[in-house]
């Protein structure tokens, strides 16, 4: 069996001043708790993370932001919805809310 899933989510950006892609195109491969995947991101980039996932949060490293080369990575999921906090190069905060199918 593979581990593999492919989604699409659609998100907003509430309270960042930027401009961002809200069509995420989303590779991943989840074994038990290990999550893994590739996915475009608001910046318009390749990002690709590893982390754990654990009652709907997950939690992990990611790169291809312009803030830094690696990240921390938060996000909270309930079945189709999502939402993680942002943080723009300028040091501004916000939220990143969506939906991935």
Do not use: W
Not at 14 to 29: M, Q, S
Not at 51 to 63: D, P, Y
């Amino acid at each position: 069996m593979s581990c593999l899933s492919l989604m699409l989510a659609l998100s907003i950006h509430v309270g960042l001043e930027g401009d961002y892609n809200a069509i995420h195109p989303h590779a991943r491969c989840q074994k038990d708790a290990l999550i893994s995947g590739v996915y475009y991101n608001s910046e318009e980039k390749i990002s690709a993370y590893i982390g754990l996932e654990h009652n709907g949060f997950e939690i992990g490293l990611v790169t291809g932001y312009s803030y830094d080369e690696v990240v921390p990575m938060i996000r909270y999921k309930k079945d189709n919805v999502f939402i993680a906090p942002a943080i723009e190069k300028s040091g501004r905060k916000g939220l990143v809310v969506g939906l991935e199918f």
